[in-house]
């Protein structure tokens, strides 16, 4: 029988540009067996560049072509980012012709280093550590700035410090909040330069909503003051607390292992069939903890930040998990059953 034509399906839009945002927000009915909240996974997997950090390339360059600190064909564009950042500026950079210098260090995968030279983004490796847990973080921002100083019209959209980094994530949550009619009890956000959850916290003031917002960290991560300690999972969590951190950033953390991590995407392929980054499964993985205390009509949004195609030689690499965790297969499959 012919399906009817989906009413108000979205026409073209101009550029690839156009296609980022208006993420689909889905049902997810089988991660909880039992009778539990309902819980809406938002896929930002699907922008363009594969990740919620298209939104913040696009706000920080955009507000700075907008201003004049960055003039297409002339300027070059400087940051940090081993992963989805440097991924989304790359794209954007390609897009306005503007040059782009992606400092990176040792731990960025082959993957992404092949996305960001296909989109023609030139690399600049760090190779000393900040401190023998493997953070580059420090080193990175160092040379940024040595590389600010040397290169002409060189621009850092500093995401740790941009308020156009959170400006750009508002637009996550008002997705959410208009697709579930304003009722967004629980929010679940991965944290790393904190852009995400400052735009979802931002919107949530500003439009009176009661949500409830649960930052979702990486165990040894110094965003919410604890000691770091060797993380193996990269996208959320960050040896350094970002200016766009505030006291009541959040309502809860939850701080989530890189066992568990894994344990979370392993379930969500699992049960609901998505192949998600390691933050989703961090995601996961803390409302999985918090399910037993929300009430059955609670409506519980959970931002997914990545894809997992990034991740099939550790996440999703079965040598890899038995290296690093030994056996732990009966984890996702209790889980799912219990
Ligand atoms: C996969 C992934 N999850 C979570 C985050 C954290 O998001 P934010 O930097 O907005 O706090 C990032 C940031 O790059 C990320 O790439």
């Keep these: 029988m012919p399906q009817p034509e989906p009413v108000g399906a979205p026409g073209p839009v101009a550029g690839v ?4 945002g ?11 067996p039992g009778p539990s909240a309902r819980l809406y996974a938002k896929l930002e997997s699907l922008n363009p560049g594969g990740s919620m950090k298209d939104r913040a390339a696009i706000g920080m360059v955009q507000g700075a072509i907008a201003s004049g600190e960055l003039v297409p064909g002339r300027s070059t564009v400087v940051e940090s980012s081993s992963g989805n950042l440097g991924i989304g500026l790359a794209q954007v950079c390609r897009w306005y012709d503007l040059r782009f210098i992606c400092v990176i260090d040792p731990k960025t995968t082959a993957q992404n280093i092949g996305i960001l030279t296909a989109y023609g983004a030139e690399l600049d490796t ?13 080193a990175r921002i160092k040379r940024v700035r040595e590389l600010v100083l040397t290169v002409p019209d060189a621009y850092w959209p500093n995401q740790y410090a941009n308020l156009l980094n959170a400006r750009a994530q508002e637009t996550v949550m008002r997705e ?10 629980y929010l679940f956000v991965a944290t790393g330069s904190c852009g995400t959850i400052h735009g979802c916290m ?17 165990e040894g991560s ?30 809860s953390v939850t701080r989530v292992s890189d066992q568990d991590c894994v344990v979370g995407c392993r379930r969500l392929v699992g049960t609901e069939a998505i192949l998600s980054g390691g933050s989703s499964g961090a995601v996961v993985s803390a409302v999985t903890q918090w399910l037993p205390r929300l009430p059955e009509d609670a409506n519980c949004a959970l931002i997914l930040p990545d894809r997992g195609e990034r991740y099939l030689d550790t996440i999703y690499s079965d040598a890899w ?11 996702w499959k209790e889980q799912a059953a219990c």
């Design 17 to 20: 540009l156009g296609a980022v």
């Design 321 to 331: 998990v038995f290296e690093k965790f030994g056996d732990i297969r009966h984890l």
């Design 22 to 32: 208006r993420t689909p927000l889905v049902r997810l009915e089988r991660l909880s």
């Design 222 to 251: 110094a965003i919410f003051g604890a000691a770091p300690c060797r993380r193996l999972i990269p996208g959320h969590g960050a040896a350094i607390r970002s200016a766009l951190y505030y006291d009541g950033i959040a309502d």
């Design 176 to 185: 959410i909040s208009e697709a579930l009619d304003g009722r967004v009890d």
């Design 202 to 218: 931002r919107y949530i003031a500003e439009h009176g909503l009661r949500t409830r917002v649960v930052a979702v960290d990486a």
């Design 126 to 138: 760090v190779t000393e550590p900040d401190n023998d847990l493997g953070d580059y973080l420090s």
